[in-house]
């Protein structure tokens, strides 16, 4: 009785085969993991921006914004020719947003007169900065919010562009 073995031949064949095979199988899940990567970041800046953006319109639709319902009729809009950036300031000045092209970062600077409290805070993670951020209109009694906010990650760039009118609430 003679036992078949495999050939030399044989086993490199089926031994090339095995590694394309999990040369292949690499490669789609490396694949994956920088879509789900990429994807990672993009919603991360989104989410930011989201956040970003209805923190300031629900601080101006709200009494928080300096302790009384304001308008955005009663907002200071301005232009900051040092810093390329610009604010939105309340009307008893408690409250400023600033954004700092040159940081890229906006704060939040707050004073509570009452307490005499004064502080800012980074709105903005250390992961996301905003590349441009602009204050308009309020003399239809409306503030409209542009901004683009990008990444800081290096290996998938990418940049979000929001834009929100906000009016004041209508309280029946």
């Known amino acids: 009785m003679h036992r078949r073995a495999f050939t030399l031949v044989e086993m490199?064949?089926?031994?090339?085969?095995?590694?394309?095979?999990?040369?292949?199988?690499?490669?789609?899940?490396?694949?994956?993991?920088?879509?789900?990567?990429?994807?990672?970041?993009?919603?991360?800046?989104?989410?930011?921006?989201?956040?970003?953006?209805?923190?300031?319109?629900?601080?101006?639709?709200?009494?928080?914004?300096?302790?009384?319902?304001?308008?955005?009729?009663?907002?200071k809009i301005e232009t900051?020719?040092?810093?390329?950036?610009?604010?939105?300031?309340?009307?008893?000045?408690?409250?400023?947003?600033?954004?700092?092209?040159?940081?890229?970062?906006?704060?939040?600077?707050?004073?509570i007169k009452l307490d005499n409290i004064t502080g800012a805070i980074q709105v903005n993670s250390s992961f996301v900065k905003i590349t441009s951020l602009t204050f308009s209109g309020k003399n239809d009694n409306h503030v409209s919010i542009s901004a683009t906010f990008t990444s800081v990650h290096t290996k998938y760039p990418y940049s979000f562009d929001i834009q929100t009118t906000i009016s004041p609430e209508i309280n029946y």
Do not use: H, W
């Open 12 to 75: 490199l064949v089926s031994m090339a085969l095995f590694a394309v095979l999990m040369t292949m199988s690499y490669s789609v899940i490396l694949t994956t993991q920088r879509i789900g990567s990429r994807a990672a970041v993009m919603r991360d800046v989104q989410t930011e921006a989201r956040n970003i953006i209805d923190l300031i319109g629900r601080d101006i639709k709200s009494d928080r914004f300096c302790g009384l319902t304001v308008s955005p009729s009663e907002l």
């Open 80 to 111: 900051k020719s040092g810093t390329g950036g610009c604010s939105l300031t309340d009307v008893k000045d408690t409250k400023q947003y600033t954004y700092n092209s040159i940081n890229q970062n906006i704060e939040l600077n707050y004073q």
